[in-house]
């Protein structure tokens, strides 16, 4: 049986929610109208969405509802799960009971499901092309702090293998994964050896050690460097050189490719080289600009990644949630074109 979270899992500013504070002003005022007409008919609200998708975002739509509601013990809510997939219109959740209860919390639990969903479905995708393969989710950096817990676990639901910052693993519990920035490189004066070396001197030894290897803009002397450096001590290294910049080692092999960024050619360069000198254990992550398209393309290819690290990409693309009345003191009764779609796959929220 699927587990859902407790809402008390959920850091929710409760008070802000039920006074309407993050919600389109017409819903609260939606409520006002209701109470002040005393005008109470019971109803059943039914959210969807229109994509082939993985629904994230449910439990946190349900902490919402039970700890923001008006009387939400009168609610009777029912709902798929999180890690759920999803056809387009199928209906993820229904509300039934009072509206004027809920009626201010719609922008709310709608907001959660989507974004969580559109994170969800966009790492499920990567992790369908990457054959098996760890995939690390990066895109902290380039959204708002305060979005990273919901957004890791987001990710976890979509499958992903590890995360950077401790708010990403906190609602499942993970410890988060970083290697090094160039901004430490940068402070060693470039030289990436005695960075790494720093690395591996005063961080945890229980922590993988991956090097940053295209700081100088020549990954495959860079890897060797440090991999003479370490020996068996370095797990990885990490090629996450610029999509405007073509790599030393490529330049001499440029032809019908583009050579730009980290290129199929790079990494095999790095490979071969680290092999020639018996370092195969050393793993090959790339970073920089990979969505699921790219690396299913590196795949059929046959190009000797080990690991991928994914980062805005999983926030691109729009999944939006809807919610409809659609039955009212149990008649139907909704917008022409939102009748009531019931699914059988919906399950009661204690």
Known sequence: MKQRLSPDLFNLPVEQIKSGFFSDNYFVRTQEILIKDNHRPKVVMQVFQRQHAVVCGVDEA???IKKCAHNPESLTIHALHD???????ETVMTIEGDLADFSHLETVYLGALSRQTKIATNVRKVVAAVNGKPVLFFPSRFDHYAVQTSDGYAAHIGGVHGVSTPANGALWGAEALGT??????ATYGGDT?????AFDQHVDPRINRVALVDFSNDCVATSLAVARELGD??????????DN???VSVIPQMSTFKPT?????????VRQALDAEGFNHVKIMVSGGFNAERIRQFETAGVPVDIYAVGSSLFNDNINFTADIVMVDDKPCSKVGRSYRPNPRLTLVE
């Open 62 to 64: 349900i902490a919402i």
């Open 233 to 242: 001590a370095l797990w990885a290294v990490r090629l996450d050189t610029a």
């Open 245 to 247: 910049l073509v790599d």
């Open 261 to 269: 960024g980290v290129c199929a050619q790079l990494v095999l360069n």
């Open 193 to 197: 050896v005695k960075a790494t070396k």
């Open 180 to 185: 090094i920035p160039h901004a430490l490189i």
């Open 83 to 89: 890690g759920d997939s999803v056809e387009p219109w």
